[in-house]
């Protein structure tokens, strides 16, 4: 057989093969874990590449940009001067918030912001404060005076799913970057001074890492599930633990089923492990 007529035949194969799992993408799915892997090459268990660079927008107080396989989500801090809530003199503000432009992929549209970035800004508010990781007094320069009030900003560049994981270490790391100026109120005047020279980090407590699973056909746990994957998924389960391994939260996405009554543990288990992976990456931030 020709070069010519193999790669055409090659071409043929790959063209069928994408037809088939765009007009039956739960059978293409089925096919590949019935092997033992996943379409990306993946076995069930595996994860994929992550990457973070802190410190990329000189224009924000803090800054982060996270790479989860082929999810790029880049994150930035800025700090703002406000007057704290009467119920709570002396706490500051921490406003984690996520943006999923359509121009990270087809899936959202223009326009307002689609409930799903609602739905994991309100997740990602959860998980910092669940987790302790910020303590809101240390934003705090003068009690029922004035406070820091943080926006946590992220925006997805490339989404190909698993956007809560990825955008919660945005947000960590960004945060770890985060140096603030020296601020004194002033009580004659009534006004808060900063110094640009004299700067400091956050009084981070804690670092949380958000690990997700789905569950397909009630019988498969995929650890770091695709955007292919994600409709197809009976439910999610995500289990965030900090850096001493311990169990933050455990939310579940979805009214599918988990399967086996282990599963819940398995996940959980899984997740310690794969913090303590990620645990070199996390330190040096």
């Not at 397909?216 to 746990?221: E, G």
Request: net charge negative; hydrophobic share 35%.
């Amino acid at each position: 057989m020709s070069s010519t007529a193999s790669t055409s035949k090659s071409q043929d194969t790959t063209l069928q093969a994408e037809v088939f799992r765009r007009l039956h993408p739960r059978a293409y799915l089925e096919r590949f874990l019935n092997e033992g892997f996943r379409p990306d090459g993946r076995e069930t268990e595996d994860w994929r590449d992550v990457s973070v660079n802190v410190g990329s927008i000189s224009t924000a107080d803090g800054s982060a940009l996270v790479r989860l396989g082929d999810t790029t989500v880049v994150c930035g801090v800025k700090a703002e001067i406000a007057e704290p809530d009467l119920d709570s003199p002396d706490a500051g503000f921490l406003v984690p918030n996520i943006d999923l432009p359509a121009i990270c992929s087809p899936k959202f549209k223009p326009g307002p912001p689609a409930d799903e970035a609602q739905v994991l800004s309100e997740r990602l508010y959860d998980a910092l404060i669940a987790s302790e990781t910020l303590p809101l007094s240390s934003l705090c320069i003068e009690p029922g005076k004035a406070v820091w009030v943080l926006y946590v900003d992220a925006t997805c560049i490339n989404y190909d799913g698993n956007a809560f994981d990825a955008a919660l270490l945005a947000m960590v790391s960004a945060l770890k970057n985060t140096r603030l100026p020296k601020a004194t109120f002033d009580e004659e005047s009534g006004r808060t001074t900063c110094s640009r020279k004299d700067k400091s980090s956050l009084q981070m407590r804690r670092t949380p890492t958000a690990v997700s699973f789905g569950i397909f056909d009630s019988t498969y746990i995929l650890s770091d599930p695709t955007s292919f994957e994600e409709p197809l998924l009976d439910t999610s389960i995500t289990v965030v633990v900090d850096e001493n391994e311990g169990l933050t939260s455990v939310t579940q996405s979805g009214l599918g089923a988990t399967g086996a009554q282990d599963t819940l543990m398995r996940c959980i288990a899984a997740a310690k492990r794969r913090r303590k992976e990620l645990g070199e990456t996390l330190d040096i931030i």
